[in-house]
């Protein structure tokens, strides 16, 4: 299962963020040529992420599509689907861009209940001295 590989990627990207701090959700694009789905990143994240800040966090993903450019009637879409025909013609014979991207875009930390000498809670720098 390829969604593994993917899934070490975000982790990876998440814990350099997070800090040590808990995450709770990562918020991540993924382009279509990727083919991943967000329960099946979710099911291997869950797998790799255990023991880590980011144990039992969600990942909501967002599908980037593919362009598509078709040679034969020079027709250009957009398509979440990587094996598509032209919406035009019905051809396959298509250039493809984009797509095989992976971005973290965002990261959801949890609250901290209580921080010895903070009474607001987890909501300073950690690279700052208190």
Do not use: W
Not at 9 to 34: P, W, Y
């Amino acid at each position: 299962m390829h969604e593994f590989g993917i899934a070490e990627a975000i982790l990876s990207a998440v814990e350099k963020r997070a800090r040590g701090r808990r995450v709770e959700r990562a918020r991540v694009q993924a382009g279509a040529m990727l083919r991943v789905t967000e329960p099946m990143i979710n099911q291997a994240f869950a797998m790799i992420a255990g023991g880590s800040a980011a144990e039992g966090a969600h990942v909501d993903l967002v599908v980037v599509p593919v362009q598509l450019i078709c040679r034969s009637c020079g027709q250009t879409a957009a398509s979440l689907d990587p094996y598509a025909t032209c919406p035009e013609c019905g051809g396959v014979d298509l250039d493809m861009e984009g797509g095989d991207d992976l971005v973290l875009e965002s990261i959801q930390m949890a609250e901290a209940t209580h921080v010895p000498g903070n009474p607001g809670g987890d909501r300073g720098n950690p690279d700052r001295p208190a």
